[in-house]
């Protein structure tokens, strides 16, 4: 370990934390943990085994950081909410295992007492992404360079968001969706569904990401009851809550389910509802 300026809260001396790096006493850092030139560790920080943090990064506020995650230079975790409202409470940012943080990405702490920003597992942010605050990604996402998520956006597992592109305060994203570059994401996009185009439209399921996904040797897994269950709700004459309840009454594997689970969500009170189909 080499810092001759600070006594750190180590699990052990294969820590190492180069000499032009500053690193709080009172952060906390794993075994194998790899402090770069020139890059800030703060007070509040927990550092998991093997994290890796890139020349010139700041990583400050109350966050914690898990096992293995690899964070290029000039990324900023942990910084106040850009949001008016934000009075200065110790909110927090969480961050899982395994995940990619390319150059320059950012991601805010929450607003309120108790509330916090989530990122999980197996992600990969590209350069220049910001997740804002209050923000709640799940596992195996991959968001494409220059996104901008803004506060209170869900994305769940797997989905993959195309690049140059905004998404909307407290849009919902769901499993296996698939967002095509510089598309306006303005509503909420459904599990399994692809979408793109400025204003944001669907434009069917995802099939090529279901495929690679290996849900098609899942006996859960239908993708005729899939295609079925969408055509009915966004394809029919019936509205999305009409066609819902005719959704119930057939046949619905976990995919159909989890779809209109998604959509019973979107349409509920205050909610801004999924992207329309496109017009062919």
Sequence with gaps: MENKNTQLK???????????????????????????????VGPDVTIGQGTEIGPNSIITGKTKIGRNNKIFPNVFIGFDPQDLKYKGAPTEVII????????????????????????????????YT??????????????????????????????????CLGI???????YLAMIGGMTRVDR????????????????????????????????????KILQNTWNLLFKSENVIFDALEIAKKGQLDLSSTKLCDFLKESIAKERRGPMPIVNL
Excluded: W, Y
């Design 130 to 163: 910001h997740i804002g605050h209050n923000c709640e990604l799940g596992d195996r996402i991959i968001i494409s360079n220059s996104v901008q998520v803004a506060g209170h956006v869900k994305v769940e597992d797997r989905a993959i968001i195309g690049g």
């Design 96 to 127: 899982g295992d395994n995940n990619t943080f390319r150059e320059c990405v950012t991601v805010n702490k929450a607003t309120d007492e108790g509330e916090k920003t989530t990122i999980g597992n197996n992600n990969l942010l590209m350069a």
């Design 168 to 174: 909307h305060q407290f849009v919902h994203i769901g």
């Design 10 to 40: 180590v699990s052990s001396n294969s820590v190492k934390v180069h000499p032009n790096a500053f690193v709080d006493p009172s952060a906390e850092l794993s075994d194998g943990v790899i402090i770069s030139q020139g890059a800030i």
């Design 188 to 223: 909420d996009v459904p599990p399994f569904c692809l979408a793109e185009g400025h204003p944001g439209r669907l434009r069917g399921l995802n099939r090529i990401g279901i495929k690679r996904s290996g849900l098609m040797g899942n006996k859960d897994f239908d993708l």
